[in-house]
């Protein structure tokens, strides 16, 4: 499955972007976090992403390395995507696949990642 462009965003609506990412490669992640939101994430480069709406409507959450910006939804508490970058420095989204428009979650495959021992 080659790259595609999706929408997507929070429960309530205020949070709403676009897209373009493989849904080849999503994974699922043993951190405390991860492991209570149930998170299926796939992974695009920050100029792949773009907010239509919501950008101040989230607050942001960091933990343990503080590396990852977790954006929930301040009004419905959903957390549809999250910043962060690569080892390298390259801006990354990580796209929380569960809420794109028109994605059935039960159909991707997602690697395991074990991120409560990285
Ligand atoms: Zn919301």
């Given at each position: 499955m080659p790259a595609q462009v999706y929408q997507g965003g929070c429960q309530c609506g205020a949070v709403r972007y676009e897209v373009t990412v493989d849904l080849d490669s999503t994974v699922i992640c043993n951190c405390s976090r991860c492991r209570r939101l149930g998170s299926i994430m796939a992974f695009t480069p920050s100029n792949q992403f773009e907010m239509l709406s919501g950008e101040h409507a989230t607050t942001e959450y960091l933990f343990n390395k503080q590396i990852i910006h977790h954006h929930f939804c301040?009004?419905?508490?959903?957390?549809?995507f999250s910043r962060g970058q690569t080892p390298d420095g390259t801006p990354i989204v990580a796209i929380?696949?569960?809420?794109?428009?028109?994605?059935?979650?039960?159909?991707l495959k997602p690697k395991h990642y074990d991120g409560k021992n990285h």
């Open positions: 301040s009004t419905c508490g959903v957390q549809s929380n696949a569960r809420c794109l428009d028109g994605v059935d979650p039960e159909q």
